[in-house]
T-cell receptor, first 111, second 108 residues
C-alpha cells in the first residue's frame, strides 16, 4: 500500500536560519506531489506542485523553494526564514484527480 | 483562479444533532473533494464528488455542478466528528484549491 512520510513533525527555528522539510512517498511511481501551507489554523494555500522529477510549479512568490531530486521525494527549503513563514506545512500526493493523500504535517514556528 | 467559499465558518452542535455544510465555487470544476482535518492536523479525504450524491455511513455529500455548490451532511453527530471540514475544487489537471473550512465542535 502507499504511504507518505513527512518530517519533522514540529520545528522551531530562529529568523534568518535555513529550512529543509522532506516528504517521501512509498508504494507508487511518478506521483503528483504538492506542498500546502496552513496559517492560523484555517485554509490551505498551495505553495508548490510537481508532476515529475525536476518539474516544479510555484503558485505563490515567496521566501520558499521546492525541489524534487527523486521520483518520490519532495523537499521544501528556505535560505533565510522570516517570521511570516510560520505555519503548518502539509505535503500531499496523488496519481489521479481524486486521490489526494496528505502527510501528517510539520508545524513550523519561526522565532 | 477559482474561488471557494464555505459556510458557516464555525458550527457548534450537541451530540446527536444533524448539520449541513455548504461549499460554493466560482467556476466549472471536474474535481471536488471534501476533507476532514482532525484536532491533530491530519487531513482525511471524505468524498470525491464532482457531481451527484454519495453516502458513507453518517456522512453524505451532494454536488450540483450546474449551480456550483456542494453540500456535506452529517447526521447523528458524535464528538469524534469535531474538527475542520474543507471543500477543495479543481479543473482540468490543476491542483486543488481549498476553501477556508468550517470548524465543527460537537459537544457531549
Amino acid at each position: 500500500s502507499q504511504t507518505i512520510h513527512q518530517w519533522p513533525a514540529t520545528l522551531v527555528q530562529p529568523v534568518g536560519s535555513p529550512l529543509s522539510l522532506e516528504c517521501t512517498v512509498e508504494g507508487t511511481s511518478n506521483p503528483n506531489l504538492y506542498w500546502y501551507r496552513q496559517a492560523a489554523g484555517r485554509g490551505l494555500q498551495l505553495l508548490f506542485y510537481s508532476v515529475g522529477i525536476g518539474q516544479i510549479s510555484s503558485e505563490v512568490p515567496q521566501n520558499l523553494s521546492a525541489s524534487r531530486p527523486q521520483d518520490r521525494q519532495f523537499i521544501l527549503s528556505s535560505k533565510k526564514l522570516l517570521l511570516s513563514d510560520s505555519g503548518f506545512y502539509l505535503c500531499a500526493w496523488s496519481l489521479t484527480l481524486y486521490g489526494y493523500t496528505f502527510g501528517s504535517g510539520t508545524r513550523l514556528t519561526v522565532v | 483562479g477559482i474561488q471557494v467559499e464555505q459556510s458557516p465558518p464555525d458550527l457548534i452542535l450537541q451530540e446527536g444533532a444533524n448539520s449541513t455544510l455548504r461549499c460554493n465555487f466560482s467556476d466549472s470544476v471536474n474535481n471536488l473533494q471534501w476533507f476532514h482535518q482532525n484536532p491533530w492536523g491530519q487531513l482525511i479525504n471524505l468524498f470525491y464528488i464532482p457531481s451527484g450524491t454519495k453516502q458513507n455511513g453518517r456522512l453524505s455529500a451532494t454536488t450540483v455542478a450546474t449551480e456550483r455548490y456542494s453540500l456535506l451532511y452529517i447526521s447523528s453527530s458524535q464528538t469524534t466528528d469535531s474538527g475542520v471540514y474543507f471543500c477543495a475544487v479543481g479543473s482540468g489537471n490543476t491542483p486543488l484549491v481549498f476553501g477556508k473550512g468550517t470548524r465543527l465542535s460537537v459537544i457531549a
